[in-house]
């Protein structure tokens, strides 16, 4: 038989109902399925959590992370503005020597212009100070040759300012002089390549280029003497003043033993130079160390 028989007895009697044999099935697998329903239900619920509490997580990280960036970025353009401070400070002293150094073609200012005096007297510390302040010597420790050259930058010039060095291998560069990183471009293969610009003291400023690797960045101040980077073969190198290229060889072969290399030329008005930085020496005693080291009496005029 398909059917089966339900019966159901209450006050009113016995009731009966016929129902099919598949019944049970049919009520075994709606269960079943009721079960697996809320079984996966629960399932992808877990799931679902999980994913939320990952993003919860995530966001969490990122907010962290923007944070440390704003207040990093923060700092950043607080360290760029004062930079710029310094750099605003640094043009203006220079407009404020030109001034004394009569070196514009077109001034039509007359100026008193200071005697130089004996070169070799001048006082230890100034010196120093100068050869500090003012590109001089080689930009490399060691290398195989070096001879004037043009500017890969600005051929046009046909004049031979700077010096191309011809180096063993992988060569640190060393800073001429102290002054602050005012340019520097990477991943550029034409004219100078990557090169560093500096701007010391004065107005005076160097360029190193065809860098293979550079190491400060953009308003970064550096020392004399100090690793600014690396080339692998070759170095070009150029002093300028007021922006404008000068003949290097007399800067690279300055030095204290070789003092007077500079001051032939004429161009410069070095008595005023020389006496302005004087000037800065006596009134901030710029690097005394150790007096006894150097036997200087403080107390005496620092000219001749």
């Given at each position: 038989?398909?059917?089966?028989?339900?019966?159901i007895?209450?006050?009113?009697g016995?009731?009966?109902?016929?129902?099919?044999?598949?019944?049970k099935?049919?009520v075994?697998?709606?269960?079943?399925?009721?079960?697996?329903?809320v079984?996966?239900?629960?399932?992808?619920?877990?799931?679902?959590m999980s994913?939320?509490?990952e993003?919860a997580?995530?966001?969490?990280?990122?907010?962290?992370?923007?944070?440390?960036?704003y207040?990093q970025?923060?700092?950043?353009?607080?360290?760029i503005q004062?930079?710029?401070?310094?750099?605003?400070m640094?043009?203006?002293?220079?407009?404020?020597?030109?001034?004394i150094?009569?070196?514009?073609?077109?001034?039509?200012?007359?100026?008193?212009?200071?005697?130089l005096?004996?070169i070799?007297?001048?006082d230890?510390?100034?010196?120093?100070l100068?050869?500090?302040?003012?590109?001089n010597?080689?930009?490399v420790?060691s290398?195989?040759a070096k001879?004037?050259?043009?500017?890969?930058?600005?051929?046009?010039?046909?004049?031979?300012?700077?010096?191309?060095?011809?180096?063993?291998?992988h060569?640190?560069i060393?800073?001429?002089?102290?002054?602050?990183?005012e340019?520097?471009?990477?991943?550029?293969r034409r004219?100078?390549?990557?090169y560093?610009?500096?701007?010391?003291?004065?107005?005076f400023?160097?360029?190193y280029?065809?860098?293979?690797?550079i190491?400060?960045?953009?308003?970064?101040?550096?020392k004399?003497?100090?690793?600014?980077?690396?080339?692998?073969?070759?170095?070009?190198?150029?002093?300028?003043?007021?922006?404008?290229?000068?003949e290097s060889?007399?800067?690279?072969?300055w030095?204290?033993?070789?003092?007077?290399a500079?001051?032939t030329?004429?161009?410069?008005?070095?008595?005023?130079?020389?006496?302005?930085?004087?000037?800065?020496?006596?009134?901030?005693?710029?690097?005394?160390?150790?007096?006894?080291?150097?036997?200087i009496?403080?107390t005496?005029?620092?000219m001749?």
């Open positions: 038989m398909d059917k089966f028989i339900i019966s007895a209450d006050e009113k016995l009731h009966q109902f016929h129902a099919h044999k598949h019944i099935k049919i075994f697998f709606g269960i079943l399925g009721f079960i697996i329903i079984t996966l239900s629960f399932w992808l619920l877990s799931i679902l994913s939320i509490d993003i997580l995530e966001q969490n990280i990122a907010v962290s992370e923007y944070r440390y960036l207040q970025n923060k700092s950043l353009k607080n360290q004062q930079k710029s401070n310094e750099l605003s640094i043009y203006q002293k220079i407009q404020d020597l030109e001034s150094l009569s070196t514009q073609k077109n001034s039509k200012k007359v100026y008193q212009k200071r005697e005096g004996d070799e007297a001048l230890l510390r100034l010196k120093t100068l050869l500090n302040l003012l590109p010597g080689n930009p420790a290398f195989k001879a004037p050259s043009l500017s890969a930058e600005y051929p046009r010039r046909h004049q031979k300012l700077g010096y191309s060095y011809e180096l063993l291998g060569t640190p060393i800073a001429s002089a102290d002054g602050v990183v340019f520097v471009r990477t991943n550029y004219g100078y390549g990557n560093i610009r500096l701007s010391h003291s004065f107005g400023g160097s360029i280029a065809h860098m293979s690797e190491l400060p960045k953009r308003g970064d101040f550096v004399k003497g100090e690793v600014i980077g690396y080339i692998n073969s070759k170095i070009y190198y150029e002093i300028s003043f007021l922006n404008k290229p000068i060889k007399n800067y690279i072969e030095s204290n033993d070789n003092f007077g500079i001051f030329d004429e161009k410069m008005d070095w008595g005023d130079l020389i006496y302005t930085i004087s000037d800065i020496l006596k009134l901030q005693n710029y690097g005394i160390q150790d007096d006894a080291k150097y036997g009496d403080i005496k005029e620092i001749p």
